[in-house]
């Protein structure tokens, strides 16, 4: 008699291991967007960009970073996640990945999203007269602090706070960007755009 196959079980592992794995390195890839690509991008701009098109500030990069964090975070995760499930990055992953790859992209937002709202839960504001009026968590974690602590300046602002905002909010916002970016890349937007775009520009050479 003819034993049955474990195939579909072995199967089905792979598949879920390769959804879990997936899962973490789009986590891992949006974290690293905010945490290190953003800042990157920054050092850059003051170190390349504005000597070269002879620009001039008095606001330090580090300061500049904070009072842009919302659209320097964004907006380079937006392309990264677009790009990463565009083929670039998948391109080159594991076999064991492909599989899960794409369709785990667009949840690159969950965990930053508990960790926010884990964060904001166990919030509780200085009672302190010190600290004057309580702060609301919504307060604390979006309204961005403007200029960023120094050796010489550690009392600039809430060291505390501008770290949980660098390290807290800033993926958040680079969850949410990398998964609308893997979203619009899955279902092909710049593609179709770019197709609707053509015809039209064929018409027009025929006509002509």
Known sequence: MAMSSPAPIATEQKSWFGYLLAFIVHTYVSY?????????????????VIPFLHLYTIVPATDWYLQHLEWITILPALVVGYVSVGGALQ?????????GYRSTATWA???????LSYR???YHAPSSVLYGSSMTA????????????????????????????????APF??????????????????????AHAKPEESVTQQEI
Request: with cysteine; net charge positive; hydrophobic share 55%.
């Open 138 to 169: 919504v307060k604390y974690f979006f309204d961005i602090q403007r200029v960023m602590p120094t050796i010489q300046n550690p009392l600039a602002s809430d060291p505390i706070r501008v770290l949980a905002q660098m390290r807290v909010t």
């Open 173 to 194: 916002y680079a969850g949410i960007a990398y998964s609308l970016g893997a979203f619009l890349s899955a279902h092909g937007v710049l593609t179709g755009l770019f």
């Open 32 to 48: 690293a967007c905010a945490i290190h690509l953003s800042g990157w991008l920054v050092a850059r701009w003051f170190r390349w």
């Open 109 to 115: 937002w969950t965990v930053p999203t508990l960790v």
């Open 120 to 122: 904001m839960l166990e």
């Open 91 to 99: 391109r080159s992953v594991l076999a064991v990945l492909r599989e």
